[in-house]
Nanobody
Framework: QVQLVESGGGLVQAGGSLRLSCAAS????????MGWYRQAPGKQREWVAG???????NYADSVKGRFTISRDNAKNTVYLQMNSLKPEDTGVYYC???????????????WGQGTQVTVSS
């Protein structure tokens, strides 16, 4: 079985920074795409940033220039460095990954449990 475990959320003032981490563990053969999503109260979950196994990155327009996604393939871990945080960045942040389990030939979609980020004004 595969698990994604996030950490690093918390409460921060506007303009501050936080760094989220998400570690994948279990019977993993390889990890393709990894990304972060967030869900604000009363809103749908939205995509924030993504990174391929080769290191190519993409960002939602709302976070470009403020957030940086990176990954450590040796540790099966993806990070989200969040700078210049705004109150509208508040929400539960979820890690997502396309993972190939050992013994299988296709990848499947996995989610972490989420970590709360609250930005006060």
């Amino acid at each position: 079985q595969v698990q994604l475990v996030e950490s690093g959320g918390g409460l921060v003032q506007a303009g501050g920074s936080l760094r989220l981490s998400c570690a994948a563990s279990g019977s993993i053969s390889s990890i393709n795409f990894m990304g972060w999503y967030r869900q604000a109260p009363g809103k749908q979950r939205e995509w924030v940033a993504g990174i391929t196994s080769g290191g190519s990155t993409n960002y939602a327009d709302s976070v470009k220039g403020r957030f940086t996604i990176s990954r450590d393939n040796a540790k099966n871990t993806v990070y989200l460095q969040m700078n210049s945080l705004k109150p509208e960045d508040t929400g539960v942040y979820y890690c997502n990954a396309r993972i190939i389990v050992r013994g299988l030939l296709y990848d499947d979609n996995y989610w972490g449990q989420g970590t709360q980020v609250t930005v006060s004004s």
